[in-house]
């Protein structure tokens, strides 16, 4: 049985295989290719060699396909599709891929994220896949350097400086807080929460893997001042759950409490002290930019979430 060495092949000879078999004819081949027709029967000559067989014989309407070539066909053709699927920006279709996807996200943005995303997918890409992970986040930068996720949804913890030059960002949705309570709190009764019982009350808050003080915490010393914080939790959910069994309360984005089991056990009030807005936005890193499936992921992202107020 004659081998060829894949090593040795020139691998521009597959694409006149190709040409060949899909056209029927050296000359509509040739023209297929944009090459002369004795370029394209010096490169069958070529492939004749190198596989061992006449792979094509003349016929009265062109040219027919040994068993030979009828065998490589699938594999070959099917090879040459996946590459040209690969380079060719426009040949991806949501509705053919198998990918699949990772994001970084804390439960707050999972919670408001995954569902409609979701249903996005079953509706438009039905055979890709999303795995998310948590949100660290002052590892934004290398989790996505690193190729350890595909997209993060965060806010950014940084405030001195902007994200790395190779990562890129596109905002999402303002997150509106509110301070949240249990219905039956005796902060609850007040019309207006003042600062003086605001910053005494108990207070449980969010500490997202990464980061020791909540953001929220850092806004009070820039002016001086600090709030009975007794626990931080790495879950928003937990958040909840603490604040309608217990005295504590939290300033928690008001979206997620909406939607929440919680709902109906909890009472929010405006902050006193409100901190600047906080922003979630898409990071992803440049060198994705032009990855169709990539590029595909951030359009839906953006298409759903965008202004999500």
Not at 204 to 218: E, F, I, M, N, R
Request: hydrophobic share 45%; glycine share 2%.
């Amino acid at each position: 049985m004659f081998l060829v060495s894949f090593r040795t092949l020139d691998l521009n000879l597959l694409k006149v295989f190709e040409a060949l078999m899909t056209e029927g004819s050296v000359t509509r081949a040739a023209s297929a290719l944009t090459m002369t027709q004795p370029a394209v029967s010096n490169a069958l000559a070529r492939l004749r060699d190198a596989l061992g067989d006449p792979l094509f014989v003349r016929t009265a309407s062109g040219i027919r396909p040994t068993q030979r070539a009828v065998a490589l066909w699938q594999p070959i053709g099917d090879a040459l599709e996946h590459v040209r699927h690969a380079l060719d920006e426009d040949a991806f279709d949501p509705r053919q891929t198998q990918a699949e996807f990772i994001l970084s996200m804390s439960d707050y943005v999972a919670s408001l994220v995954m569902p409609r995303l979701l249903n996005r997918f079953s509706e438009v890409a039905p055979s890709a896949r999303i795995h998310t992970v948590p949100n660290t986040i002052l590892e934004i930068g290398d989790r996505l350097e690193d190729n350890r996720v595909d997209c993060v949804l965060s806010v950014y913890v940084n405030e001195a400086q902007q994200p790395p030059a190779v990562i890129r960002s596109r905002s999402l949705w303002t997150v509106e807080y509110a301070c949240m309570m249990r219905r039956d709190h005796p902060l609850a009764r007040q019309k207006r929460l003042n600062t003086r019982s605001f910053l005494a009350a108990k207070h449980v808050d969010v500490s997202l893997a990464g980061k020791t003080l909540p953001t929220y915490d850092q806004f009070l010393a820039s002016r001086g001042l600090s709030r009975n914080l007794v626990a931080t939790v790495n879950h928003y959910n937990a958040a909840y759950e603490i604040v309608r069994q217990s005295d504590l309360i939290a300033v928690l984005p008001r979206d997620l409490s909406a939607q929440s089991r919680h709902a109906p056990h909890l009472h929010a009030m405006p902050v006193p002290l409100p901190a600047p807005p906080r922003i979630v936005s898409l990071f992803w890193h440049q060198r994705n930019d032009t990855v169709p499936a990539q590029r595909w992921l951030r359009e839906t992202l953006v298409e759903l979430f965008a202004r999500m107020e």
